[in-house]
């Protein structure tokens, strides 16, 4: 398999939106969590996701295990990897965007990295260096309060400049509406003047576009799941995607067993997601704190799920207002609280598929990326889209035999996600 695209995504759920993207936009591809097993076959595609767990970690871990996911893509015929991180940048000061990025740039031999986390369909744009979500600046945004790491400065130049040893450039919409010489051109200067991360400023899909081509040229690129989009689109037009191999029809065969949702966001959109999912299912609220003190939270949502799983999908959920996080976190810590909430989230999530749960709903990037690694499942196809950012996933060479996922990052998809994630399982 020669893989024409590569990805290091910065968390689970991430994966899977680029993932969904690159195959709406025409590539044959596969999300494999961390880098495979030699053993793990994988089908013929065009690209390949790696998906790792290195957003919130120390940046040196960040650095270590992108270098690693990267000489695997490149070893099997990437010619261009894209870094992908979260199209609200989520970071603090000491990275992890700043760190990865220099370190891909330097592996491939240096030169400038495009860098935007510009994504129209989702509402995120960018101009002049400053992030907008909603048409509303980043920091002034109901995004900046997230828990891990909370955004208060819409400005990515000098986001990226506090987490880079180097000085980080702009390429404004005024240079991108002139098309892909100029860009180049001023990447070119870029390059020359020893700045290896530059921001690019997106409006419309056809700025992403724009960037797609230019970046495709260069062996590095930092984005969301828009700059993915981009790429896709020149790697169509370049005409080197070949027909066959794996395809959404085989993502969506169905599957037996018993169905059921882990919630671990506390994103707005996800607690509203809850309660329109009362409505039709039985949904168990856990206490974040009793999950903190001790076991016995877990053992009574297991009991209660198996109570009532065999009549139908149940709703099990850690996430709370952002009050009780910020409570929490101020109690026991922020890592400390994070960790024990993944923890006993992924742990449920094992006893639901031990009793028979083949369809899954996880809500939350690292409530995502916990479950998977509990259940330690190496890749995924990907299926059609349920929401923006959200497709159906069939596991590869998973011990627990087939089952068909959806990994939800917090603030994606509409009132009646859950519902609609189900239905398009069966």
């Known amino acids: 398999m020669v893989i024409l695209l590569g990805s290091i995504a910065d968390d689970y759920t991430g994966a899977s939106d680029l993932a969904n993207t690159l195959t709406k936009n025409g590539l044959r591809t596969v999300q494999t969590v961390g880098i495979p097993d030699p053993s793990l076959a994988l089908p013929d595609v065009d690209a390949v996701v790696v998906s790792l767990k290195i957003r919130?970690?120390?940046?040196?871990?960040?650095?270590?295990?992108?270098?690693?996911?990267?000489?695997?893509?490149?070893?099997?015929?990437?010619?261009?990897?894209?870094?992908k991180i979260c199209s609200t940048f989520d970071s603090t000061d000491a990275g992890n965007i700043g760190p990865v990025t220099e370190a891909l740039s330097e592996a491939a031999g240096g030169g400038g990295v495009l860098v935007t986390p510009a994504f129209p369909e989702t509402g995120r744009t960018v101009y002049l260096g400053h992030l907008f979500v909603g048409g509303q600046p980043l920091n002034e945004s109901p995004l900046k309060d997230h828990p891990l790491n909370p955004m208060h400065d819409a400005n990515l130049v000098r986001v990226l400049t506090r987490q880079s040893r180097n000085v980080v450039g702009l390429i404004d919409l005024t240079t991108i509406a002139a098309g892909p010489g100029a860009v180049k051109a001023r990447l070119d200067s870029f390059r020359t003047a020893g700045i290896t991360a530059v921001i690019a400023d997106a409006i419309f899909e056809r700025d992403l576009e724009t960037l797609g081509e230019v970046a495709l040229e260069t062996p590095v690129s930092t984005g969301a799941s828009g700059l993915g989009l981009g790429l896709a689109r020149a790697l169509v037009r370049s005409g080197r995607i070949s027909s066959g191999g794996a395809t959404t029809a085989d993502a969506i065969r169905p599957v037996g067993g018993l169905s059921a949702i882990v919630a671990g966001s506390c994103s707005k959109a996800t607690l509203r997601q809850l309660d329109i999912a009362e409505r039709s299912m039985p949904v168990l609220r856990l206490d974040p704190e009793q999950l903190l003190a001790g076991p016995d939270e877990i053992a009574a949502a297991i009991s209660w799920a198996g109570d009532r799983i065999s009549a139908g999908p149940v709703v099990i959920a850690a996430s709370a207002a952002p009050e009780t996080v910020s409570r929490l976190q101020s109690l026991y810590g922020r890592e400390a609280s994070g960790h024990a909430i993944e923890t006993a989230t992924s742990i449920i999530t094992a006893e639901l598929v031990e009793r028979g749960v083949r369809r899954l709903v996880v809500a939350g990037g690292e409530t995502s990326g916990a479950a998977v690694d509990r259940l330690a499942i190496p890749a995924f196809l990907i299926g059609p889209e349920i929401a923006?950012?959200?497709?159906?996933?069939?596991?590869?060479?998973?011990?627990?035999?087939?089952?068909?996922?959806?990994?939800?990052?917090?603030?994606?998809?509409?009132?009646?996600?859950?519902?609609?994630?189900?239905?398009?399982?069966h």
């Open 56 to 83: 919130s970690v120390p940046a040196s871990d960040a650095v270590t295990a992108a270098a690693s996911a990267e000489r695997w893509l490149r070893q099997r015929g990437a010619g261009h990897v894209l870094y």
């Open 388 to 425: 923006p950012g959200v497709p159906v996933l069939r596991t590869v060479g998973n011990a627990q035999g087939d089952m068909l996922l959806a990994l939800k990052s917090g603030n994606f998809g509409g009132e009646d996600f859950f519902a609609a994630a189900l239905a398009m399982m």
